[in-house]
């Protein structure tokens, strides 16, 4: 994996606001356009508001893009602690958000803090997604 993806990733994860689970979560992704944008996870005392790392680095590639490209994941980065040994994958709702602007192939990268990694396609992560054609 792109090493400056994972340690744009490693770095996010330490500014995680994760005080009722203290499980911080790093994200970045890479855009078609070339652009890197990060995210983690931001956490709230009525739990379902808090919201994942993945879903704040899209939306902070929203809030910046300046065409299609720019809206389009090539690669995105999760790292995390593992949990009993095993790299931490994104949740269904992520799978779900990383489809909206990725493609079958879009590479999800997870990892360590430590740089232990494994490297999936989404459509490993998220076979036969939902999708619906967008109306003009
Ligand atoms: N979390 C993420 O931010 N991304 C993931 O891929 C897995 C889980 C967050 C949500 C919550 O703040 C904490 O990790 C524990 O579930």
Redesign the pocket.
Known sequence: MNSELFEAARRVREHAH?PY?H?P?GVALRTEAGSLHVGC?V?NASFPE?W???TSAIAAMIAAAMDDRGRAIAEIC?V?MPIDGRL????GG?RQRIAEFGRPDTLVHVAAPTGEGHSYRLAELLPAAFALEPKS
């Open positions: 994760a689970s499980f979560v996870n956490e808090g994942c790392a993945e999760v995390a931490v994958t994104p949740c992520c």
